[in-house]
């Protein structure tokens, strides 16, 4: 299916509306865990999973075979191509879904458009969330749009999982190997495309990573125990690390090296090309992060520039038991992955008090 628009080329520029695009543009983590502690507690015993451990989405056991996954996500255009952005958006929101280890099955649009802008570019970007929630083997089934001068979209997903068989984001052991199914670098790349200085490789790389969905990585999953799973979104690998690591209580080492990038990402951040959410995360984890054998106030700091880089429609981040990480592996590459999967670190120690991260180079 093509994204090009030719009533766009000219003048109507998605990323030109907003400050922060995609999953940059989300609140930081410090800030919206001190909202979220102002909410009552809700507690039903069907409640599998709450907001309470900052998990992807909620999920409430309906029989003892059928739970539902809940979530909602949208935002502002990462790139300018309106159908690309519906399917970015799309792809980012179905993947709370398969983080859970679910199936989706219900779609609802969320819409935010301008009253002044050619209807035609909403419309554009609605084809591509439909089209991804086709691909997904969902149904979209409606939706609520309000005007406002910004354009933002995105999905409300109802999925379905085995109670027995969620994926949350704790429950990491000693030992796990940790398996990151989409290489890293796309904030850091957007902003080198919004600056014209990336390369046509690196823009077209960008594109197909975020549109990807997270089905096939959840699938692959799907045969072998997984002790947790998130996607890496705007707290970037860093972040979601640490809310395993926390939530876990585990020790986690990161080998800087070992994690998959975007071509061009290390050397635009070299050239300071590096979101402000990236900043924001790297702050949120420094009172778990040792640094190790990194010289982070020299050469050395492109690499947090890279593994805070807040994510649009990331990858999964599997713990997997070391005994069955080859054989996972070896099924990622039998499924013939459009994106690139990496071993990153693995988990030292669990039933810690605290969680804690390492990273070594
Ligand atoms: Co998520
Ligand atoms: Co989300």
Redesign the pocket.
């Known amino acids: 299916m093509s994204g090009k628009t030719p009533f766009l080329s000219g003048n109507v520029r998605l990323t030109q509306f907003a400050k922060h695009g995609g999953c940059a543009a989300k609140i930081g983590p410090d800030t919206l865990s001190r909202v979220l502690e102002r909410l009552p507690k809700f507690s039903d015993p069907s409640l599998l999973v709450g907001f309470e451990t900052s998990d992807?989405a909620a999920v409430y056991k309906v029989t003892d075979d059928i739970a539902v996954i809940q979530t909602l996500d949208f935002f502002t255009s990462v790139v300018d191509d309106p159908y690309t952005f519906g399917q970015v958006a799309a792809a980012n929101a179905l993947?709370?879904v398969y983080?859970m280890g679910g199936e989706p099955k219900i779609a609802l649009n969320i819409v935010e458009f301008p009253g002044e802008l050619d209807p035609d570019i909403l419309g554009e970007i609605l084809r591509g969330g439909a089209d991804k929630v086709h691909e997904a083997g969902a149904v979209l089934v409606g939706g609520h749009s309000i005007q406002d001068d910004v354009p933002k979209y995105g999905l409300a997903v109802t999925g379905f999982v085995h109670p027995d068989k969620i994926y949350k984001n704790y429950g990491c052991r000693e030992g796990d190997v940790l398996i990151l199914t989409k290489q890293i670098g796309s904030g850091i790349v957007n902003m080198a495309v919004k600056a014209q200085m990336a390369s046509e490789g690196a823009a077209r790389e960008v594109i197909r990573v975020m549109t990807t969905l997270n089905r096939k990585a959840k699938e692959t999953a799907r045969k072998h125990s997984i002790h947790a799973c998130?996607?890496v979104?705007g707290f970037g690998l860093l972040g979601h690390c640490s809310e395993m690591a926390s939530a876990s209580g585990a020790q986690i080492r990161i080998n800087v090296e070992d994690v998959a990038c975007m071509q061009g990402a290390k050397e635009y951040a070299q050239t300071g090309l590096v979101p402000g959410g990236a900043y924001r995360n790297r702050k949120h984890v420094a009172p778990l992060l040792d640094t190790g054998n990194l010289d982070i106030n020299g050469p050395d700091e492109v690499w947090l520039d890279l593994l805070c880089d807040p994510q649009t429609s990331g990858g999964l981040l599997l713990a997997v038991p070391e005994a069955e990480a080859d054989s996972i592996l070896r099924e990622f590459e039998q499924a013939e992955m459009e994106t690139e999967v990496s071993v990153v670190g693995r988990v030292e120690k669990s039933g810690c008090e605290k969680g804690r991260i390492c990273l070594t180079k």
């Open positions: 992807d993947s709370d983080a998130t996607d979104t």
